[in-house]
């Protein structure tokens, strides 16, 4: 099974509210990735978690805000996000943070600012 | 120069025909290449993985490797219109750590009927 799952599959929030995304694999996988894409562009890396603990952030805002609270889950918290980050939010899993391993995404959240 | 080339598109080919879809890379250490493809509104989901040189087939799709000219492809032979999506190629270095991996811009592809 190499299925990632993510909730909700769309999600429309104003500026001043707070969600969460949520994004869960069963694949025993010890490394997770949240991704933004936009129309037209390729995935761009947010964040990475390497066994539970924040390994990469691409210099991202402070209103995203992840959280891995366990291996096979991982959320991403937002607050006070602005219009342009409307985009395709994208999880991903794979085994290790190694160069040799697939990374496998799930469907993704379309996230709509208001 | 992006570390990884790929012409947008799009591309339309008739149902039946053979599709080349290509990459250029610029960064020696890349070792690992793979080919995504991704319907619209979806996730990308992982289609074929190569290492170092040399090609890889599975069912209808091969992936190729010459990493003397630093060029990857992606073959698919008779083509559907379950074909139609965006593909994606993406590259990793060995000593790339963290996982990242580096995108192609992605071709969109329509196989008509």
């Known amino acids: 099974d190499t299925e990632v799952t993510q909730t909700p599959k769309h999600l429309v929030m104003g500026m001043t509210n707070k969600k969460s995304l949520k994004c869960e694999q069963h694949?025993?996988?010890?490394?997770m990735y949240w991704y933004k894409q936009k129309a037209k562009k390729p995935p761009e890396l947010m964040f990475v978690?390497?066994?539970?603990?924040?390994?990469i952030n691409e210099s991202v805002p402070s209103r995203f805000s992840p959280e891995c609270p366990n291996s096979s889950l991982l959320n991403l918290h937002l607050h006070a996000l602005q219009p342009e980050d409307s985009a395709l939010y994208l999880c991903?899993?794979?085994?290790?943070?190694?160069?040799?391993?697939?990374?496998?995404f799930g469907p993704g959240t379309r996230l709509t600012v208001l | 120069q992006k570390e990884v080339e790929q012409d947008p598109g799009p591309l339309s080919v008739p149902e039946g025909a053979i599709v080349s879809l290509n990459c250029t890379y610029s960064n020696s250490a890349f070792q690992y290449f793979m080919w995504y493809r991704q319907y619209s509104r979806k996730g990308p989901e992982l289609l074929m993985y190569t290492y170092s040189s040399g090609n890889k087939e599975d069912g209808r799709f091969t992936a190729q490797v010459d990493k003397s000219s630093k060029y990857i492809s992606l073959f698919i032979r008779d083509s559907q219109p379950s074909d139609s999506a965006t593909y994606l190629c993406?590259?990793?270095?060995?000593?790339?750590?963290?996982?990242?991996?580096?995108f192609g811009q992605g071709t969109e592809l329509s196989v008509k009927p």
């Open positions: 991903a899993s794979s085994h290790g943070i190694g160069s040799y391993n697939e990374q496998f």
């Open positions: 978690y390497s066994y539970e603990k924040l390994s």
């Open positions: 993406a590259s990793r270095g060995v000593y790339n750590q963290g996982g990242k991996l580096i």
């Open positions: 694949m025993g996988h010890r490394a």
